[in-house]
């Protein structure tokens, strides 16, 4: 069994940052994708950023060169490094590894 939990969502004004962590616990592989997604009101949940074995990363075109994921193997975390948020990045963000899901963490990003 994996479980997983997200922490360090809160609320921030637009262009501040803030940093997402995501523990996990049980069989963790390095050789399988962990990433973030998130979900806003109304909106489908959408893939934010993932991270692979071997290192190579993937992004929303929407958070390229903003967001940085990062990922302890050994400690068997992963981070989520926001920076210059918009309003529009506010949205519960999920932590994911294979088919397990954390319990999601609120990003409000206001003024």
């Known amino acids: 069994q994996v479980q997983l939990v997200e922490s360090g969502g809160g609320l921030v004004q637009p262009g501040g940052s803030l940093r997402l962590s995501c523990a996990a616990s049980?069989?963790?592989?390095?050789?399988?994708?962990m990433g973030w997604y998130r979900q806003a009101p109304g909106k489908q949940r959408e893939l934010v950023a993932a991270?692979?074995?071997?290192?190579?990363?993937n992004y929303a075109d929407s958070v390229k060169g903003r967001f940085l994921i990062s990922r302890d193997n050994v400690k068997n975390t992963m981070d989520l490094q926001m920076n210059s948020l918009k309003p529009e990045d506010t949205a519960v963000y999920y932590c994911?590894?294979?088919?397990?899901w954390g319990q999601g963490t609120q990003v409000t990003v206001s003024s």
């Open positions: 994911f590894y294979r088919q397990y």
């Open positions: 049980g069989m963790i592989f390095s050789t399988y994708t």
């Open positions: 991270i692979i074995s071997g290192g190579s990363t």
